[in-house]
């Protein structure tokens, strides 16, 4: 009897490393391990001055302000500066643009914030410009902060909201002055029950949720992974980008808030923050061409740089296209493309950020 326990637990446990096995090999897959991508540029671009600890995300106004959110600290990545996180303007329409540091003023905590993913919204009763803010003032908490932005580079501090729906968050997309869409990257805190959910279930259990000070709930579900989000300019439409899936998920906004689902388009890469440009569209993604490469941090063979903008998303035949690679001996790294009027601002997770001509 014990003999034959014993055999059952051994041919057990064999299937399951058996199992573990293949999750493994179907685990290099999603993240792209063994890609390698050739070198196309922009005809011409430049380093952002004073960025050096990465913009992982960045947003502009249509009257070519920009927002980069800087020095993000996040599990598993690389972060070269001990300094908390600060948040950049740059004004596009500047013959020379060039970030500036935006000063904070309130009771937020300085020392610790640690901006991620950021959203603005502009207030068309008095024009008043929100910036909402994904901070992650601890490893794996995640509150959202919403400034005001004032003259003279200030953001005013005007609260900082917390939920148990809002527990990995990503990005944000803001729908009103107190309202937001978020996405949370992640279900379990715990690196090892994290890896081991990516391993046996093949996705992070990821979610969008929506919130407003009446009601908050889970908006879309089934992600492999959520990760970038935001809305077309006729805010019609929520775009998710579903980063291990390597696919931007298109939802409807319907009365009521209610999300449906509309369809997937495959971008090949594994794309992190959208940008949409407000006069077509198009759907700029800051991609990473192969997240092994990003995960195992290894200077000497560098993660790459990935911009893919996709055409016509809501046509039968959406146009997706490679606007820049890089193997990451220029820009490593690279998590958000914002376009403005021939312009592109291509930020990284950690490395530098870039302002390029598209014309
Ligand atoms: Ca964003
Ligand atoms: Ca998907
Ligand atoms: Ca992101």
Redesign the pocket.
Known sequence: MAAMKKTLIAVFVAAFAAYIGSRYLKLREVILASREVPVKHLPRCHYLQNIEYGA??ITILRDGLAFLSTGLKFPWLPSFSDEPGKMYVLDLLHPKPTPVELKINGELDLSSFNP??ISAYVDEADDIVYLFVVNHPQKHTSQIEIFHFVEENTLVHLKTITHPLLNSV??IVAVGVESFYVTNDRYFYNDVLHILCVLVLGRTWSDVVYYSPKEVRVAADGFMAS??INMSPDKRYIYVADIIDHEIDVFERREGEQLVYLKSVAVGSLC??IEVDHRTGDLWLGCHPNSLKLLAYDPKDPPGSEIIKIKNIHSEQPVVSQEYLDNGRVLMAS?VAAPYEGKLLIGTAFHKAMCCDLK
Request: charged share 35%; aromatic share 0%.
């Open positions: 992982e995300d991620h993913g990503n990005d990760n970038g992190d923050n998590t």
